[in-house]
């Protein structure tokens, strides 16, 4: 049973039904597409095609209640689902949430959710089209992304990686396990205030929007995102293209900060770094120079499995769900 | 917690782990675009726009293990969702399925939800995309449909209804709410044999696919499908087109089947007709004639709300979430 913060008051789901509820979310991220029995989306640019993703998150698995603001919820769940459209060089154009909830949450909550949602949608000029609102024991909550992938040139699956190329990052890498560690140590009030970063790298991920086109746009050939883990996720895109990846360790190394709180915490940051996922970083590989906001952190070469300056990974666990 | 019936045995997600149930999910669903970080769909046809809905099911609330077999929970969620999108015009090209599942879930179950969505996909020619896979204490499935809105027709939104047009139906009104009675009364294994097109109507509904698309192309104004209720959704018909609708008793009269197993029950079976949802029976308004596969069941007047024989319907509730 999912426990709400002392300070979200004022009426229920429970007391004002699902009706109020939806009108309070379609408040909070208003579109004209919204509140018919499906969205239509816009007209799209010629020989463009849709691209479509959805996560499922969880309150007490993916994130929690006294570790995040309904705000920061809302924008993590546009993020972690829109970085997988910008993963295919996609442009998000639309959500579709799906929200369960226990009669007893506060309006005021679930309009923060929406609030969070429309702050980042609006960063990738996306909307929320549609949805549904449910009653359930705990809170879930299901984004699906739809994007626009518009031009002639192919989509960045995760098998078009080649010896020689390069590989580049967009974003922090080990920033979210970082703020995790942090959280799981202190609670989200007494995280000492210089790990602030950290902190909101995991509970309200944030990427510069359009990353994924201009990767694209410029010759990028495969691309993922750091969602389970740097080791795990270039793991796919050198098994599924046959290649070997290796990173040099000084472009993937700990920030101060994340070197800071492991300092702090007794870890090591390269841990976080390697299996630490959720940051969403994009990782690609691309034949010319790194795409711009793109940095070279290593080089797609012959063979299989990742490694860092041709040595094995310390760490290659990711996420798994089960 | 949800309790999975016994003879669903073998492995479970705990056990396998979430890479080799999603290829369990892949092989009973498969398509060629799924498997990246986001799917790419189809080059639509000239100036068509994307459709895109989302509903959540709930074990113990939208659908019971000990009644329903996972085949035809995927069946469901699908049709329901399609159901949306045909309510626009559009036709269904593509769902999306996130799961939770507790890790004592059995493979079996997981493959068998599958294999009830790809039957159902199939007979759109649509095809399951991608999704997610993650644990939870229970069941829990969200699924979107994306469709493809072709021609220059505007959509079948929920406010084009207009006075003097008829009221048309394709599908069963009251079948599925008849088959819940029963389910409530017997469990699955008790309920008479001839009421088994009753408790396939609410575990696994069913429709005529391409009934939307062929509405709109035959000048039906409004559309939507009898989720919620018959009264209540025609009532949003009728509430967002500020019109009245006036439905004809005889048309809408309980099948004979239905009234058979109200007899059995000592239930009312308008309370069926009316009040119950989850039939997924497309209702629209048009100026002409029904559309092929449509009947006529009442008359668009002037006015408001949902009237039978021009007296207040004696059943108005519909579904409602909280």
Redesign the interface.
Known sequence: MTIFPAHYSGPT??E???HR?IEAIITAAPSSRNG?????????SP?S????????L?EG??FRADWSTPEEIGQKAIVQNF???E??G?RPI?A?????AP?HTPVSYIRGIAAGINERVGEYSAEL??????????L?L?V????S?GGSRP?L??DRARPGQRVVAHGSIGWSAAGLALLERFGRDAVPEQFTPLVEAHCAPRLNPGRGVIARATGATA???NSDGLIADLGTIARRSGVGIDLHSADVAPAPLVAEAAELLGADPWEWVMSGGEDHTLLATTAGDPPSGFRSIGRVVRGDGVTINGEDPKYTHGW???
């Open positions: 789901l429970g004002v039904g699902e509820a018919d029995d499906a969205a239509v989306l816009n007209h799209a020989n095609r849709a691209v479509a993703t959805t996560d499922m969880i698995r993916h970085a997988d459209i993963a295919m996609a639309a579709l949430l799906a929200i369960a009669p089209v549609g949805g549904d609102l449910t009653s359930g024991d705990h879930v299901s699906t992304a739809i994007g992938l989509e699956t995760l691309m993922t995102d798994v769900s089960f």
